[in-house]
């Protein structure tokens, strides 16, 4: 009846050859670089425009509506004109392994025209993947917040898609509705972003105690306005805390002064002071213990040492013994002597005048006690109830020695001789000295080597 126009015939090619080429790797188009890409593009519209002004007026039909949507998928996908050079050179490429095989048998014509069919089934198919996966990625980038059916931004990704694949084939893109897409978080960016915001709520929340524990949210709005008492328990701990804070800053300023005082008098006013307010001894003492502690070596025990070396037949006193450590420390006799008693071995009377008779102890220790003005009449009467060739051991503060010299020059004077010294702590000096005899000055003279600085304790 009619015959068919020449650009039926060149249509269905076309279409073969753009299905072909869709079936074609990322891979093949990256090896294809430079003047054979151009080559390509010149070819394909050629190829194009050859085809558009042969066509004749549609006849009613099913070819005639077949040969329309395969134009319209032409136009949708332009991008698949890359490929169609490529598709040439696989077409050759073919031929010629055919001519070398020989004329094709109506087997195998069957069987290319099958493999045709299931070729052109898979690129359908994987065109059809490709548009869904383009899809998803467009969904992906759409905030979750935003208030737009899932319908309409289908419709407006693909809008988006073929606005830009008509504009720029090459690199299709999948624009959002906005404008301006959001900037999507990583997680490690999400993660500080939410610890910086609990640091600003945590910055101006009062600080809780590490023993008390977070109160639980109210459960309801009344809850949330009536204030929460505080335990009885944690108020009565904190007032204790407190209470002895205070305590112990008083005990330490009555320390302070209590030194003070036995430092700038006689022994005669620091024993009024201690028979008036017994508590004020125990007080000094334990001040006293709290900071003799801190040192690395006590000067008690190194004195306990080195008498241990000695006779336990030897009779010791102990000037200003405190809590009778030195007696608990030895085997030897010992005769206990302070200002007030902190054990019932304690002698309490002025160390100036101790109810010994004369000559009558081997070992006198002054352990820390050297206080008051009086210090000539201490080692006097350590002279006088001392056996000639008896022992005296001092041990004292280094801070209150301005020049040791002169001070073992004012003790020989009172009928001592210096048998060994220890300057080398950083807390104490210790000097060990023999009876001679009865003191070569009288009592008019004035020694200056006896007069040691004041031991004084800064507040802290």
Known sequence: MFEEPEWAEEAPVVADLGSVALGLRPTAVSQIKGSNCRQLLATLRALEVASLPQQSPSLPGSDSEEEEEVVETKKKRPKKGLFAGASNEVEEKRKKKRHKRGPPSSDSKEEEVEREKCHKGALLGSDLAEEEKKKRKCQKQIPSNLAQPLDSVDQ??????????????????????????????????????????????????????????????????EEAEVPSAPSPDNHGARAEALRARMAQRLDG?????????????PSSAAQRLFQEDPEAFLLYHRGFQNQVKKWPL??????????????????????GCGDCRLASSIRNPVHC?????????????????????????????????????NIRDFLEEANRVLKPGGLLKVAEVSSRFEDVRTFLGAVTKLGFKVISKDLTNSHFFLFDFEKTGPPRVGPTTQLSGLKLQPCLYKRR
């Open 156 to 221: 407006t990704g693909s809008k988006a898609w073929n606005s830009s694949a008509t504009s720029d084939p090459t690199k299709p893109t999948c624009e959002t509705p906005s404008s301006n897409p959001p900037h999507t978080l990583s997680r490690k960016q999400w993660r500080n972003r939410q610890k910086n915001k609990r640091r600003q709520k945590n910055k101006f929340r009062p600080s809780q105690p590490p023993e008390q524990a977070p109160a639980p949210a109210p459960a309801s709005a």
């Open 337 to 373: 002597f302070d200002l007030a008693s902190l054990d019932p071995r304690v002698t309490v009377c002025d160390m100036a005048q101790v109810p010994l008779e004369d000559e009558s102890i081997d070992v006198a220790v002054f352990c820390l006690s050297l206080m008051g003005t």
């Open 298 to 319: 006590q000067p008690v025990d190194r004195i306990a040492r080195d008498l241990r070396q000695r006779p336990a037949s030897l009779v010791v006193a102990d000037f």
């Open 253 to 265: 300023a009555r320390f302070r002064y209590l030194n003070e005082q036995l430092y700038s008098g």
